[in-house]
């Protein structure tokens, strides 16, 4: 069983569409993440939920806007992509109180046409 | 946040021990030091951490420095398996949404 999914793992797709990538964590972890990657591999965080509520929101273009319907789930929607989203995100999970590791997942590559 | 500093890269020998340093002068008393990697194509993952003490497992271990400034991820036997990007990051451990910033990383290369 895949402890952190993600999908789709591959999205090509023109300027201005409208996207949404899906991720499930099956950890029972109360924390979720997603985090951007860019060409320059550097990785950057832009959300956090606890237990479905917002707690990190790190300077991301409004276009972006995180969902958790339930603790297990964290959907990432963007509105009117920009080539400048191109980008690998990874969604993260991991247990608020404790101090170990975050799980990821595989990664979304999203190429903006 | 506690910054980390970490060589670009570093290169290895197939089954001889790597050592791959970290600096982090500005760490503070909360602060855990955790490593992770990232191997092509993979999402970043966790490896060890540690707060004051040397830490042992699977994977690699972890020596801390006494002042705590800085720390070395050790791994025993390295294998092509291993050549991956390296972060040393610092984590409050005190602050329960405590978020991982990662840094640039040690680009590590494993020759056969």
């Known amino acids: 069983d895949t402890a952190v999914s993600q999908t789709p793992k591959y999205l090509v797709t023109q300027m201005g569409n409208d996207k949404s990538i899906k991720c499930e964590q099956n950890l029972g972890h109360d924390t979720m993440y997603w985090y951007k990657q860019d060409s320059k591999k550097f990785l950057k965080i832009m959300f956090s939920y606890n237990n479905k509520e917002l707690i990190i929101n790190e300077t991301v273009p409004n276009r972006f806007s995180p969902k958790s319907p339930d603790k297990a789930h964290l959907n990432l929607h963007i509105n009117s992509l920009e080539l400048g989203d191109s980008a690998v995100y990874f969604c993260?999970?991991?247990?608020?109180?404790?101090?170990?590791?975050?799980?990821f997942g595989s990664g979304t590559r999203l190429t903006v046409v | 946040d506690a910054k980390t500093t970490q060589p670009n890269s570093m290169e290895s020998n197939e089954e001889e021990p790597v050592h791959l340093p970290c600096n982090h002068s500005?760490?503070?008393?909360?602060?855990?030091i955790h490593w992770y990697r990232q191997l092509p194509s993979q999402g970043p993952e966790y490896v060890i951490h540690?707060?004051?003490s040397n830490v042992n497992n699977r994977m690699a271990s972890l020596a801390i420095a006494e002042d705590r400034k800085s720390s070395t991820l050790i791994l025993h036997r390295a294998t092509l398996r291993d050549a991956a990007v390296y972060y040393c990051i610092l984590r409050d451990g005190d602050n329960q949404g405590g978020k991982l910033i990662f840094g640039q990383g040690t680009e590590l290369s494993v020759k056969p």
């Open positions: 500005t760490i503070s008393g909360t602060d855990y």
């Open positions: 540690g707060l004051t």
């Open positions: 993260a999970s991991s247990q608020a109180w404790d101090r170990v590791g975050y799980t």
